[in-house]
Each structure stands twice: as C-alpha cells, then as structure tokens.
C-alpha cells in the first residue's frame, strides 16, 4: 500500500461498461490541489504510454498497488470539449447539485445503455463473365448440385442479389454462398444503415405567417444569437398561442448557423405531432429519441447525432442527452410538466440542466407554457430569465367560453349522473354537428376503490399503503405495484357484503357514453390504453383524421395537442388533484385544468369547456376558467411564501426506504440529529410518508428549507458522509433537492 501522496481514479471513455473500471494514477505535486472530481486529464495508457484523455472520478490517498505500477497523471486537458466531454461535466454538474454517486449520474447522462450491432445489408455481386458462369452453372447441373446451379442463374440474370434474397427465396445455404465466392464468381459486399424510428406519412405543412406577438419574439432571441448572447427566455403563450410556430423558426435559424437542436417534450404522447411539424419542414434531418424505441433504433439515433446527420432531435427528458456536437438551441416546450424531473437517484430536473448545457455550449435555451411553473416565472419576474408573452391565438380565434358547474347543485336537483345537464346538452350539439369532443378525467380505471358500506375500510394492496383499484373483469390493480387480486364478494374486513365502487374511472366513462350515444366511435387514451409500442400515435392520429368523435382520457390528452375540429371539453372531476396533500396541489390543478380548456376551439368554430367540481369557488378552479395565469400567480405565491415553500425558498427532502418498519424510523431519527447538530433550524419530520408503504418497504421522510441552496447542499454532503459507514439492511436513502411530489 502506498502512502504519502494523491492519488485520482480515472476512467477513460464514458461508456455503462467502463464506468466501474476506473484506472489509478498519482497526483503529482504541479497538479496538486488543482485535480478534483471532474477534472478532465492527460494519462499515459497501455503498454506503450500512449496519451489518452480521461475523467477524475474520484481522489484518494492511499492506493493498493506497487508503486512501480503507478504512473503520473500527465497534466490538464484544455481547450473545448467534444460531446462526450461535456457529458461528463454535466454529469460532475449533476452529482454537485443532486447528490449521489458520479456513476449514478454519469448512467443518466448517457442516453444508450449498450452499444448495439449495425443494421448490415450484405450482396452477392458478380464476378466473373457471364460465358464463364453459364459454364459453371452447366457443371453444378451435372454434378446435380442444384441450389449452386440456382445461383449461377440468378447471377447470370443479375449481376447483384441481396444475401437476404439468395438464403430466403433462393433457399440457399451459406457455405454455397461461400463456395460460390471461394471460386471467383462472385464478390460480397457489405454495407451498413442506421434504423430510423417509424415515421407516418406526413404532408407538408403549409407556409404559416407569423402575427407581431410571434415576430417580437422571434426576432428578439435571434438577434441574442446572433449576437452571441444567447440566454435563457420563458415564452408565456395562452393555449393555441403558435408557440410551436415560433420553436420551428428558432430552430431553422439554429440549422442555417449549422448548430444543433434539442426539443424537448414532457411526454411520449405529445411526439407525434411535433414530429409531424417538425419532419414536413426540415424531412430526415429530424429525428426521436424516446423509452418507446428499440435499443437499436436508439443507439442509431445517437450514432447519427455524432456523425451530424441529423439536426434536430426531439423527444422527452433522456433527449437532452444527445451526443450533438454543437448545440445552439434548446427547446422545452410545456416546461412545467413534473415529467422533467427524474423518479431516480440523481433528482436532476432537465430544467436546470439544460441551463447548464446551454452555459457549456453557448446555446440559446428556450421555454415555454400556457401555464409556467412557478419557478421560471418567479426568475422571469426577478430579471433571470427574459420573459415574452403571447396573449392572442395564432388562428385568430378567441379562447373557448368555459363554465364552471357546481356538482353540489346537480346532486341537489337530483342528477347523479357523471355528466352534468349543461355538459350533457353541449354534447348532443356537437355531436349532431358534427363536432368532435374531448372528456377528461385525471384517474384511469373503473374507479377509484373499492369500499365496505357497512365498517367503512377500504380493500388495500398487501404490498402498499393504497386502495386497489376495480378494472374490468373483476379484477382488482395496484397502480403502484402492480399487483393483481379477485374482487371480493365480501367485506375482508368485516365480512359484510356491502362493498360498493365508485364507477368513475376512463373505462367507467367510456362505458357510459358508448351506452348514450351507441352510434358514436370513441377512443380511450390513458395509460391501459397505451402500453403497446406506437400505441399513442395510433390514437392521436385516428382522432386528428377524424375517425372518432369522442376522446376520453387522462391527462395525457390535455397536453400540448392541437386539434381543430374539437369544440367542445369537458372536464368530468376538477378537483380530484386538489386532495392530494401536496403543497402544489392547487399550482397542478390550476395547469391541468387551463391547459384542457385550451384545447376547445383551435379550429374556425368557437370552443366551450366545461369544468365540472365540488370546488367551484377555489381560486384554482376560477383563475383557470377565466385563463388568467397572473392571478393565480399572484394568490399562489402569497401562500408560498408565508408557507416557506419553492420557489420562496429551497427545499431538501431526504427520503428513507427500508423493508423493517423500526429500523428505518430509527435511521431517519440518526439523520435528523445529524442534519441539527449541523446548525439546520428549519426541518420538518422525521415523519412517515403520505403513503406510508409501498412494495412491502416503509417510507419516511425529512424536509429542510433554507433560501440558501448552498446550505442544502452542504446539509446533504454532511448526510452523505455520515451515511458512508453505515450498515444499511436493505435501506437507502435518496435526496430530492426542490421535489415536485412530496411522498
């Protein structure tokens, strides 16, 4: 063991593979104290000391090997970074700011998992003169070796036959194939292509004029860039805006100064579209990247952004990925869905991720909402961010008229169906014209639970802390484990047989609505609907073409989708997302709801939505209803900052996880300690989660808010540190700085 000196683990290429095999190598004295974690470096490698670049993971001082087996790190890389550099410093950038490992957040920062082999088309090419092979056809037919005679022909017939062809329909045999090349008559040769995700007829858009809210904005980000003082701007455009237009012009702006684009989406659903817009401007040069593809198509796409031939890539978070080597342009449309932010160790959000890829690039980064988060509108309104507005609809139009229906009333006048009688009559109109409509609800299912009429308990999952929930067939489902069970006859509980469930799942409304109007095609899109491959752009494209008049669905049908025919929305439960007890319940509910209402009325006809609620004087439910994003700012962020929550302050929530109930109670209470003797004031728990179970694991959590994020993060690296030597028994511990759910 060696002693007395620094020494950096090193890794020299980032691939999953290579990661946890990093390479040891001695600080020398010039370079001490200015190595660090991060730190890209010259080493001597291999046999020969050829110079390599690599990656510090990790520094230590102490090393397990001969000293005569330890060489010196030769120095610092300077000068730009290539893609794969700048994955590394962004992942450096993740663990500083996340927390876990830098392998964990090296994993997440590569968006292919596992090289995949090429797409390879071999053919068989003609060699000889075609008097030579008739010769040896002659032969092969004396000899009765037919299958080489069949080829012969063939050849003599074309002078090139894909492998495929000859072994498929030819039915011919590899070592003849051999043979028939070993003798001169013919010569393969091989060739590789990249897969290309799927993509379905598209027309060519037609050529959109933009109006002056659009020009404003476009000219005032392109002259930034072309200024070369690209920054970060927040569009805040009402539903049908032309948002989408204005991305298209940036990015054909980024295209013509031969830079890259990212476009990111929150969700898979909402490709289909952008695609659509995005492949009838720029053709092939456009690509995606989503969890959808095969992990061929995906490595082929990054294959294709290394070697620029694609410009454009669009997809969800991962997409941010991208091994472009000069980005100029980041797009992130809908940048308030809680899908920007990763479920997993590192909690990176892609917003703050993108800013720090953008400050790498020297990018441009792009954001936009109907209904902004929070935290980019609070840094819009401090000068962080450039903020434009775009408050007239693209097509001309006007918003859709909503109403608020109180379900009070309807329950009162004795209509207990789902659908209230003004909602019911605005659907027999558009139906008799013609009209296509869209229902949404934020649940999927047949309903909600299942529970005893008699005792009151609700059937649980044995697994989590949660209603099961009645799906078709009789069958119960955990949405959080997935676990399966019978439905009971009777009361597990008390043995009543008294259980009733509440129908009011998207099966339960496509149930109904198939009974009141039998003549009428309907789609249903929620997450049941839509766990097959292309399964969303099956949906979404049947509906735009007119094939169906109703779409029920959750909320992925209120994101972002433009259809022009749709004149009518319904919202079926509006305040379901507002019993979640999470602080940003009401800033969810009031986006959800604004953002379906936003899809009535794209077209030349003018749009209704209706809200339905047991809620209808919350202020979420009438700032939505009349579109006025301002307002419910305004009142939200009061309650924000006398509550001391994001974006007022910064919050860290630490969040344990153990199979025995006990020993991660007494974990969390260790930690709370820890996080007090540090000098912490501002903490709340240690306390059981809201679910307190799930998958058989026990959940408890501990919240510290400070303005000063610095001081999370040294809370958090004191929390790792003690974490270190600890023996954990099946418990972990993750760190989610400013969560967007609180467990």
């Known amino acids: 063991m060696i002693q007395g000196s620094m020494f950096a683990d090193v890794i020299i290429d980032i691939s999953i593979d290579k990661l946890d095999r990093p390479f040891t190598y001695r ?33 230590k001082d102490r090393c397990d090997l001969e000293d005569s087996k330890i060489k010196d790190i030769l120095g610092l890389v300077d000068g730009s970074i290539s893609a794969e550099e700048r994955s590394f410093e962004i992942a450096a950038y993740i663990k500083d700011t996340y927390g876990g490992t830098l392998s964990q957040a090296l994993k997440a920062v590569i968006p292919v998992k596992a090289k ?35 080829l012969l022909r063939a050849l003599i017939e074309d002078e090139r036959i894909p492998v ?175 899908s920007y932010k990763s479920e997993n160790t590192p909690k990176y959000h892609a917003r703050e991720v993108a800013r720090k890829i953008c400050e790498l690039s020297g990018a441009a980064l792009v954001m936009g909402s109907a209904t902004p988060s929070l935290e980019s509108y609070y840094r819009a309104e401090r000068g962080d961010i450039r903020l434009f507005e775009l408050k007239e609809r693209a097509s001309g139009g006007s918003l859709p008229q909503t109403e608020i229906i109180d379900l009070r009333a309807e329950l009162t006048s004795g209509n207990r169906s789902m659908f209230s009688r003004r909602l019911k009559t605005l659907m027999d109109e558009a139906i ?22 008699e005792c009151g308990k609700v059937v649980k999952c044995t697994h989590c802390d949660v209603p099961m929930s009645v799906h078709t067939g009789n069958k119960l489902i955990c949405h959080y484990c997935g676990d399966t069970a019978p439905k009971p006859s009777l009361c597990p509980s008390c043995g009543s047989k008294y259980l009733a469930a509440i129908k009011a799942g998207t099966e339960a409304v496509e149930e109904r609505i198939n009974k009141m109007y039998p003549n009428v095609k309907t789609l249903r899109m929620d997450k049941d609907t839509t766990s097959a491959k292309g399964s969303y752009d099956k949906i979404l494209s049947s509906f735009a073409e007119g094939e169906a008049q109703i779409l029920i669905g959750t909320q992925m049908i209120v994101k972002g989708h433009d259809f022009p025919n749709v004149t009518l929305v319904g919202i079926l439960a509006a305040d379901l997302s507002l019993g979640v007890p999470d602080y940003r319940a009401s800033e969810r509910t009031f986006q959800l709801l604004t953002q379906a209402c936003g899809r009535a009325g794209r077209g030349e006809k003018p749009g209704y939505s209706i809200i339905q609620t047991y809620q209808p004087e919350h202020y979420a439910i009438l700032t939505s209803a009349a579109q ?109 700085l400013d969560p967007l759910n609180l467990i």
């Open 628 to 736: 006025d994003y301002k307002k419910f700012y305004d009142e939200e962020m009061a309650y924000r900052e006398t509550a001391g929550y994001p974006p007022a302050v910064h919050m860290l929530a630490i969040q344990l996880f153990g199979p025995d109930e006990k020993k991660t109670s007494s974990l969390a209470l260790e930690l709370s300690d820890v996080i007090k003797s540090k000098g912490a004031n501002r903490i709340l728990g240690p306390a059981p989660a809201n679910i307190g179970k799930v998958m058989d694991y026990y959940r408890f959590v501990i919240y510290i808010k400070n303005a000063d994020m610095d001081e999370l993060t040294s809370v958090r690296n004191v929390c790792e540190e003690f974490l270190t030597n600890k023996i954990m028994n099946q418990m972990y511990v993750q760190f989610d």
């Open 432 to 453: 008799t014209s013609g009209d296509q409509i869209m229902l949404f609800l934020n649940r999927r299912g047949f309903s909600g639970q299942l529970s005893c009429r």
């Open 164 to 338: 495929s062809f000859v072994t498929r329909q030819l039915n011919v045999s590899g070592s003849t194939v051999n043979s028939i090349i070993k003798c001169g008559a013919a010569t393969l040769e091989s060739d590789t292509e990249y897969r290309k995700p799927t993509v379905s007829e598209i027309q060519n858009s037609k050529s959109i004029s933009l109006n002056s809210e659009q020009e404003t904005v476009v000219n005032a980000i392109g002259e930034d860039m072309d200024a070369g003082k690209a920054g970060t701007y927040l569009i805040h455009g009402i539903t049908g805006s032309g948002k989408t237009e204005v991305y298209l012009r940036l990015a054909e702006k980024t295209v013509l100064n031969k830079k890259q684009v990212i476009f990111l989406i929150p969700e898979i659903a909402l490709t289909y579209q952008t695609l659509a817009r995005f492949y009838s401007k720029f053709g092939d040069r456009v690509s995606v990247l989503n969890s959808s593809m095969s992990s061929g198509e995906k490595f082929d796409q990054c294959e294709r952004a290394k070697a620029g031939d694609i410009d454009i890539i669009i997809g969800p978070r991962s997409a941010l990925f991208t091994p472009f080597n000069d980005i100029g342009l980041i797009i992130m449309d809908e940048e308030h869905e809680p």
């Open 27 to 59: 600080i020398p004295d010039r370079l001490s104290g200015i190595i660090c974690v991060g730190s890209r470096v010259r080493i001597p490698f291999g046999g020969g000391n050829k110079e390599k670049k690599g990656y510090v993971t990790a520094l």
């Open 116 to 150: 995949v082999k090429p797409v390879e088309h071999k053919t068989l090419v003609r060699k000889m003169p075609v008097d030579e092979l008739k010769a040896l056809a002659d032969e092969a037919f004396r000899l009765k070796r037919t299958a080489k005679e069949r």
